[in-house]
């Protein structure tokens, strides 16, 4: 799987949306990027994925760039349960071959 | 509930010990994952399981470590001979195994203490 660059620590307003960015330089054609977060004594939480187009669901917005070498995940509207830390992660689906390489991921929180 | 469940939440182990850490993953998933985290550290791969067996162990930090899921379902890592450097919490998460669109749901892990 291909290596992620992530700022270690971000703040960011309540109410704000947060931008958390990842380089993945070296991603590969058919690798998804995938970011998951984790709250302090919690496990791991899927937030979302894609490929190349950009993605969004209720938790989050993804923004892949076209040449796919970085992206963003978007929370709109943060709150303080948004802090956390947040993995940006690129793995290939195939079957047989699953595992989730996590690095040290952006720890961001959320001031009031 | 519904989702992956670990047991026990917490272990306190001397040192010499074996542990045996216990995780139930969600009904009808297949690929069930161990990874170990250290105090304020990231997540560690140990062990993949695809049904009952395991395409990837690179992750195990030593023979001492061993695991396997049984019935396509519940999965067990042991440790023996518990070492100081073995506290950590322990994860599991599971996935369908689709190969498209998988995303892992993770339990809230085992803390192991060894004293």
């Known amino acids: 799987d291909a290596k992620t660059t992530q700022p270690p620590s971000m703040d960011c307003a309540e109410g704000r949306a947060a931008n958390l960015p990842c380089n993945h330089s070296t991603i590969s054609g058919n690798e998804y990027v995938y970011w998951y977060r984790q709250i302090h004594s919690q496990g791991p939480q899927y937030i979302i994925h894609g490929l190349k187009n950009n993605e969004t669901n209720e938790m989050a917005s993804l923004i892949i760039t076209e040449d796919r070498k970085s992206s963003t995940l978007i929370l709109p509207h943060a709150t303080l349960r948004d802090t956390a830390v947040y993995y940006c992660i690129v793995r290939v689906l195939n079957f047989g071959n699953e595992k989730l390489t996590f690095g040290t991921g952006t720890r961001l929180t959320i001031i009031p | 509930g519904a989702g992956v469940s670990q047991s026990p939440s917490n272990k306190v182990t001397e040192k010499g010990k074996d542990v045996e850490l216990r995780c139930d993953p969600i009904s009808g998933h297949t690929a069930l994952y161990w990874y170990r985290q250290s105090l304020g550290q990231g997540l560690e791969f140990l062990i993949y399981?695809?049904?009952?067996?395991?395409?990837?162990k690179s992750g195990l930090p030593s023979d001492r470590f061993s695991a396997e899921r049984t019935g396509g379902s519940v999965s067990t890592l042991t440790i023996q001979r518990t070492q100081q450097e073995d506290s950590a919490v322990y994860l599991c998460?599971?996935?369908?195994?689709?190969?498209?669109?998988?995303?892992?749901?993770f339990g809230q892990g085992t803390r192991l203490t060894v004293v």
């Open positions: 998460a599971s996935s369908l195994s689709s190969g498209m669109n998988t995303e892992a749901f």
């Open positions: 399981f695809q049904g009952n067996s395991a395409p990837d």
